[in-house]
C-alpha cells in the first residue's frame, strides 16, 4: 500500500465505455480511487453499489470516485449496465496501475494461495498526494466509511 503523502502515480485507463481517464484530468480536485478484486462478485457488487448510491454526496463534497479492477472494459460495461451503477469503473487487464498502487499481493483462499487485487481505498487530495490509504476495507461500509473521513 502507498504511503500518506506520497504522491500517487499518474495513470491512463479505459472505463466502462472505453473512454479514456488519467489521474492528470482531476488535477486540482479530489479522487477517490478503490480497487477491487472482480466484477458481479458479492462484496464487489455491495461496495459499488454503495458508491453508486452515495455518489451525489461524495461530488457535493467535491470528490470524484472512480474504481478499478483488472476486468475487461466489456466486463465492466455488463457489471455497470446489470447492477445500475453510477461511478466509473477503469480497466486494467495489464496490471499496470494496479501494481503501481501497491494492491497486487499474494492472497489466500480456502488453503489455497495466489496473486491478486486486495480491496484498498485511496483518497487522494488536489495536489496528487495520498491523504488516506485503507487496505483493510469492509466492502458494504466502505462508501459510508470515507464520507465520515471527507
Not at 4 to 14: D, E, K, M, V, Y
Not at 29 to 36: A, R
Not at 42 to 68: D, I, R
Not at 122 to 149: C, H, R, S, T, W
Request: aromatic share 10%; proline share 2%; hydrophobic share 35%.
Amino acid at each position: 500500500m502507498l504511503e500518506i503523502g506520497t504522491t500517487a502515480p499518474n495513470f491512463t485507463l479505459s472505463d466502462q465505455n472505453g473512454n479514456s481517464h488519467s489521474l492528470s484530468d482531476y488535477k486540482d480536485k479530489k479522487v477517490l480511487l478503490y480497487f477491487y478484486p472482480k466484477d458481479n462478485t458479492s462484496g464487489c457488487t455491495l461496495q459499488a453499489k454503495g458508491y453508486s448510491e452515495t455518489l451525489e454526496e461524495f461530488t457535493n463534497k467535491g470528490v470524484t470516485v472512480l474504481a478499478v479492477s483488472k476486468d475487461s472494459v466489456s466486463s465492466h460495461k455488463k457489471f455497470y449496465d446489470s447492477k445500475d451503477l453510477k461511478i466509473t469503473l477503469l480497466s486494467d487487464e495489464g496490471l499496470e496501475v494496479i501494481k503501481a498502487y501497491d494492491v497486487w499481493k499474494e492472497k489466500k483462499l480456502y488453503g489455497n494461495t495466489f496473486l491478486g487485487v486486495v480491496r484498498t481505498t485511496y483518497l487522494i487530495d488536489e495536489n496528487g498526494k495520498i491523504a488516506f490509504a485503507n487496505d483493510k476495507v469492509k466492502a458494504a461500509q466502505d462508501p459510508v466509511n470515507m464520507l465520515k473521513i471527507l
